[in-house]
C-alpha cells in the first residue's frame, strides 16, 4: 500500500493531515524493532526507529541497515521497502511496524473523514486531555517507551471526540515479581488515565517505578495526540 498514494489525487478540498505515528513494536529473534513515521501533507517526510536491537553484533548491524531503511521509507513513501543485506530481521521487523504506523495514519485520517482516500495522514487531532475547541479527531497515539529500574513502559491511548476512550500498556514489566505487579498496577492505571483525561493520575501503590513509567510514557502519547 502506497503511503501517500492517492492522497494528492484525492478530492478538491481534501484536508491536508500532518502528525507522527508510532507502528507497534514488531519482535524479531534480535530484539523488538518500533518505527515512527512523520507525515506532512499526506506524505512521510521522516522515518525513524524508535525501538532497534542493541547488544553485540546488534549494535554494528542497527547502525548500518537502520539509516538505510529510513531513507528507503522517505523514497518509496511506501512500506514495500528492500531488505537490507545482512540485516534480515532487522528489516523485516522493521517494515511490520511501519506498516503498523501508516495504517494507524489511514485510519486516523479516516475517522476525521477527510476525503483523502489512503493517504498516510496523521489527524490534526484536538488536545486529548483538555476536549479544547480544536477539530474533533480520533486516532490512536502511542507514547514514548519509558525506561524503569524494572523493565519498559509504553502506553497507547485512543481518542475519540477530544476525549481518552482507552488506555493501554503495550510494555510494561515481566518476569518474576513484576508480573504481579504489572497484573495488579496496570488496570488500574488505563483506568485511571481515561478517567483523568490527562497524565496527572496517581502512582498505584506498590508499583511506583511502573506508574512513573507510565505516566511519562502517556504524557508522550498525549503531547502526540495533541499535535
Not at 3 to 31: H, I, K, L, P, R
Not at 83 to 108: E, H, M, W
Not at 125 to 148: C, I, L
Not at 198 to 223: E, H, M, N, P
Request: no cysteine; net charge positive.
Amino acid at each position: 500500500m502506497k503511503a501517500s498514494a492517492g492522497a494528492s489525487q484525492g478530492a478538491a478540498g481534501a484536508a491536508q493531515v500532518s502528525g507522527t505515528f508510532d507502528g507497534d513494536a514488531a519482535q524479531t529473534q534480535y530484539g523488538a524493532v518500533q518505527v515512527r513515521i512523520t507525515v506532512s501533507k499526506n506524505r512521510i517526510t521522516k522515518a525513524e526507529a524508535v525501538q532497534a536491537p542493541k547488544g553485540g553484533q546488534s549494535d554494528r548491524i542497527t547502525a548500518d541497515a537502520v539509516p538505510k531503511l529510513n531513507q528507503a521509507v522517505v523514497t518509496r513513501q511506501s512500506p514495500d521497502i528492500d531488505a537490507v543485506s545482512g540485516a534480515t530481521y532487522t528489516s523485516a521487523g522493521y517494515r511490520k511496524s511501519l506498516q503498523s504506523a501508516i495504517d494507524k495514519a489511514n485510519a486516523s485520517a479516516g475517522a476525521q473523514g477527510s476525503g483523502a482516500r489512503q493517504g498516510s495522514k496523521a489527524p490534526e487531532a484536538s488536545k486529548a486531555p483538555e476536549g479544547s475547541g480544536n477539530a474533533q479527531a480520533g486516532g490512536t497515539f502511542t507514547g514514548d517507551a519509558a525506561q524503569t529500574q524494572y523493565g519498559t513502559v509504553q502506553v497507547r491511548i485512543t481518542v475519540s471526540g477530544g476525549r481518552i476512550t482507552e488506555a493501554e500498556a503495550v510494555q510494561a514489566p515481566k518476569g518474576g515479581q513484576s508480573d504481579r505487579i504489572t497484573a495488579d498496577a496496570v488496570p488500574e492505571l488505563n483506568r485511571a488515565a481515561v478517567a483523568a483525561g490527562t497524565a496527572d493520575i496517581d502512582a498505584v501503590s506498590g508499583a511506583t517505578f511502573t506508574s512513573a513509567g507510565y505516566r511519562k510514557s502517556l504524557q508522550s502519547a498525549l503531547d502526540r495526540a495533541g499535535g
